[in-house]
């Protein structure tokens, strides 16, 4: 028993029913209640997370523009690759994104877009890498887990909620989804340490708001109303 428990103590042994004890390299998401949620206290880096969500437009981008901003602070860069619609840049520069200091890729296929983010995440250049894809299998997963790990980014990969019931070696796996209210409602589907007894309900700013905010005393009148689609992305 006494060597069984010099083996837990270790830092670098976690148990499936607590946090990881070794200190882990994250950047804030800039939610409280969902760091206090996260091992290392944020989005671990070199590391992949899974956002699983079905459709656009529930907040997934607000929920990572905080931590898009902490990138920027540092003089980092973030690269987003295979993004189901176009960014709205006015809305992504208002909410704190150097616009400057990202990269868009438009791959031509959804083979590229992996191919993409994983030369991007081992190259160590960027520090945050958003990619959307719905056909990565176990071994691209698996590849862009091994890339995140090499660089040392903060890995992003936006998947359908279907992937749920595949197996994943990504070490962060979170569902997304709108609750009754239009909040976002945020589930930990995989952790370093034990599932939450239920999800994190989140309110992030949309970069859209903090964009019309801006320019609410510069204009004479209400733009036309945008999609839901544009609200999201912009």
Do not use: N, Y
Not at 119 to 129: E, F, Y
């Amino acid at each position: 028993m006494g060597a069984l428990a010099e083996v837990l103590a270790r830092p670098d042994i976690w148990r499936g029913d607590r946090f990881a004890a070794a200190p882990l390299p994250a950047v804030p998401s800039g939610h409280p209640a969902l760091d206090a949620q996260l091992p290392g206290g944020g989005w671990p880096r070199g590391a992949l997370t899974e956002l699983l969500t079905d459709g656009a437009g529930l907040g997934e981008l607000s929920l990572l523009m905080p931590a898009l901003r902490a990138v920027r602070e540092a003089g980092g860069w973030s690269l987003v690759i295979g993004a189901p619609h176009p960014l709205h840049a006015p809305a992504w520069a208002a909410a704190g994104v150097d616009l400057s200091r990202l990269v868009v890729v438009s791959p031509a296929a959804e083979c590229d877009a992996l191919w993409a983010a994983e030369q991007a995440l081992a190259s160590g250049a960027p520090d945050a890498v958003l990619c959307w894809t719905a056909q990565a299998d176990a071994r691209a997963v698996r590849r862009l887990q091994v890339a995140a790990a090499a660089g040392g980014a903060a890995a992003f990969l936006f998947r359908p909620l279907r992937a749920a019931a595949e197996a994943s070696v990504a070490p962060l796996r979170l569902a997304l989804a709108a609750d009754r209210a239009g909040r976002l409602a945020v589930s930990v589907l995989k952790r370093r340490g034990p599932p939450p007894a239920a999800p994190i309900v989140l309110e992030p700013p949309r970069p859209a708001q903090l964009h019309e905010s801006a320019l609410a005393g510069a204009r004479p009148a209400p733009a036309a109303p945008r999609s839901p689609h544009q609200a999201a992305w912009a």
